[in-house]
């Protein structure tokens, strides 16, 4: 693949994040059967379930803001691991202090040229 | 991963990771603030580490890297670590942290979050192949 890898990965995860936070549903697109999300110590196995859990988190809306983005190569099928960090404000509360997170990702490069993930994340950080 | 022996062989699904994952966790850490110039044999040639955003590649250079970290004395303190199986190398597991780092002399603790990519070796342990750490801020 021709295209910069650290470009591919920024381009995901603010692709990702901005589905997250306009159109949860949508995230189904960005994950595969064979996914595996950890949330807050959960752990959840396949696109239905993974975007039941997103489509359930108990805020209506929420905001992320990506602090830094790194990237590496993780193995030999050509997929890349993503390593991202930031904060999240949440409603109905959106003055109080946002909630540090932490987000991996291993994405699959899976014809036709679509991205899919299984993902880590870290506990929230509470401020 | 020294005296581990280890029943980590088997790797792979689901909760089998999380022994591994843990026991890993606890080795490296504790290399880490006790022996740093040993974490360099947890590494290959092909390991990447990504530190603070700064890219290393192969064991001799990863060594070197964390050996020149400009403090001379720390304490990690592990509040989390999640654990998955990786498609990428059979047996492969990503591993997920976070936690605390207090650098002697400083008066704050600061937060930091690594991931790891543990691959299985012929010795029946694991070796890093991918490392990235960051601090936490903000």
């Given at each position: ?127 | ?41 947890l590494y290959g040639a092909t390991s990447m580490l ?6 290393v590649a192969g064991a001799?250079?990863i ?56 691959v ?7 070796f890093v192949q991918n490392d ?7």
């Amino acid at each position: 693949m021709a295209m910069d890898p650290d470009a591919v990965a920024r381009a995901f995860v603010e692709h990702y994040y901005a589905t997250f936070d306009t159109n949860r549903a949508a995230l189904a697109t960005l994950y595969q059967d064979g996914s595996m999300l950890t949330f807050e110590g959960d752990k959840i196995l396949g696109t239905t379930h993974i975007t039941n859990k997103l489509t359930s988190l108990p805020f209506q809306q929420c905001q992320h803001t990506i602090a830094t983005v790194d990237c590496q190569p993780s193995g030999p099928q050509g997929g890349m691991l993503v390593f991202v960090s930031g904060s999240i404000r949440t409603s109905p509360n959106p003055e109080e202090h946002p909630l540090r997170f932490s987000q991996v990702g291993d994405l699959d490069p899976t014809p036709p040229a679509s991205l899919s993930l299984s993902l880590a994340r870290a506990r929230a950080a509470r401020a | 991963m020294d005296g581990q022996g280890n029943a980590g062989a088997t790797g792979g699904g689901g909760s089998d990771c999380d022994a591994v994952a843990r026991a890993f966790v606890e080795y490296y850490y504790h290399t880490f603030d006790a022996n740093r110039a040993a974490l360099a044999a947890l590494y290959g040639a092909t390991s990447m580490l990504s530190f603070e955003g700064q890219r290393v590649a192969g064991a001799v250079e990863i060594g070197r890297k964390l050996t020149q970290l400009p403090f001379e004395q720390c304490r990690h303190a592990v509040s989390t670590v999640d654990c998955q199986p990786s498609p990428s190398f059979p047996g492969s597991i990503l591993v997920f942290v976070s936690g605390n780092l207090q650098l002697a002399g400083e008066e704050h603790q600061l937060r930091f979050s690594q991931m790891f990519q543990l691959v299985p070796n012929e010795q029946g342990s694991f070796f890093v192949q991918n490392d990235i750490f960051r601090l936490n801020y903000g």
